[in-house]
């Protein structure tokens, strides 16, 4: 949808951040990381194309390695990064051993390492979606080394 007015607006505040916004995760870690894990955008844009997003580190460098289409339309690009950060996040919880889901009190989704950091996978994501830094793959491949 093209919106003249939103799109100078959108020139003068930048992109929007996307934000998962959730209650309390300690209740249902499972259906927590189910319900995070969806990113419907993003593994339909993936699929489009030919890709099998399949909660695997390679699948993070195939994403890698996509032309970004999406930054040609700047109301899916934040939508787009924030399936990417969960989608990211996804696969640190399923692949890194003590990896889980933490949600910080405004209701954004973190990863937390067993080392005690913490990754906003959707800031990580939004940026990637944007600017295609850092990599997902090296975001992960930070994670997975502690």
């Not at 100078?8 to 995070?36: C, F, I, Q, Y």
């Amino acid at each position: 949808m093209n919106i003249p007015f939103l799109d100078n607006w959108r020139k003068r505040h930048g992109a929007a951040r996307g934000v998962a916004v959730m209650g309390t995760s300690e209740n249902d870690p499972e259906g927590v990381a189910e319900l995070l894990s969806e990113c419907e955008l993003l593994r339909s844009r993936a699929a489009a194309v030919g890709l099998e997003l399949d909660d695997s580190a390679r699948s993070l460098e195939a994403l890698d390695q996509l032309l970004p289409r999406w930054r040609d339309d700047p109301e899916e690009l934040p939508w787009l990064g924030n399936d990417a950060g969960l989608y990211l996040g996804t696969v640190i919880v399923r692949t890194v051993s003590g990896a889980a889901w933490q949600v910080w009190p405004n209701g954004q989704p973190v990863v937390k390492l067993p080392s005690g950091r913490e990754i906003n996978v959707v800031e990580a994501g939004i940026d990637w979606a944007v600017s295609g830094a850092p990599e997902l793959s090296q975001v992960y491949a930070e994670a997975s080394e502690g």
